[in-house]
DNA sequence: ATTATTGTACTAAGGACTTAATACAGTAAT
DNA sequence: ATTACTGTATTAAGTCCTTAGTACAATAAT
């Protein structure tokens, strides 16, 4: 899967949203170890500095936790994951909602434009 | 009404996408004239050149346009305007749909959640 | 025991963005 | 005619992000 990286958005960032990502559907399972920090920056064609300032980000969210010598791991606490998932959830949705306000659009004009959309 | 700018994306893009929803959504009206650099700069609470950066990246979408020692005009091709509004919309919405299926979700299941978060 | 791999740390360089401080020519206002 | 305002241009400095290259201690693999 690509990793699909642009400009406009701090790169570190970027892939720290990416293994969120990964992490909350599940293509990481509980305690599982990442790949390497040298691997991860090949796969996402970043310098490992930028891997590792990421994966020193996502540290701090306790997503995942390093093992000094062996790797780093993904967190065994099944809820953090839930929580984490429902709050990307709802800043996506708020993040949306408020975007389309700023455009000039009521809840119920919203709402009409996603069904139309969701039903293409 | 604030700006409300942060520092993840470059201020300048944040400025120009101010603007054009200002002007979408027909708080500017055609043919308007624009507040000078100076004093959107100090309402924004950016430095002119970076203002000045951003009026002038919005000048190549066509929107405004530059009379060299009079100001800055809102076009007035109205058909342009309301070009722009659609595409502004469809962004935010294929965006959208595009993240919430980053985090595992299906047409329907977002349909779902929009009418939930509509309704509150 | 030796080798490879791990996360981590450090310095240096380049690029993009922003601020700051001026400056200029042309137009509007007086 | 004079003054104020317009967009525009320029140079310099500072910050943040990224890449590059190197290094180290601790563990895993052999």
Redesign the interface.
């Known amino acids: 899967m690509p990793w699909n990286l642009n400009s406009?958005?701090?790169v570190f960032?970027q892939i720290v949203e990416h293994i969120k990502?990964e992490i909350?559907?599940?293509k990481y399972k509980l305690g599982e170890r990442l790949p390497s920090v040298r691997d991860l920056a090949f796969e996402a064609g970043v310098n490992p500095n930028t891997m590792q300032r990421a994966l020193s980000e996502l540290e701090n969210t306790g997503l995942v936790h390093s093992e000094r010598t062996s790797g780093r791991f993904i967190t065994e606490d099944e809820d953090m994951i839930k929580e984490m998932?429902t709050s990307?959830?709802n800043r996506?949705?708020e993040e949306?909602?408020k975007?389309?306000e700023?455009?000039?659009?009521t809840?119920?004009e919203?709402?009409k434009?996603?069904?139309q959309?969701?039903?293409k």
Do not use: C, W
């Open positions: 406009d958005i701090p960032i990502n909350v559907t599940g998932k990307l959830v996506q949705i949306f909602f975007n389309m700023k455009l000039g659009f809840n119920e919203i709402l434009l996603v069904k959309y969701a039903d």
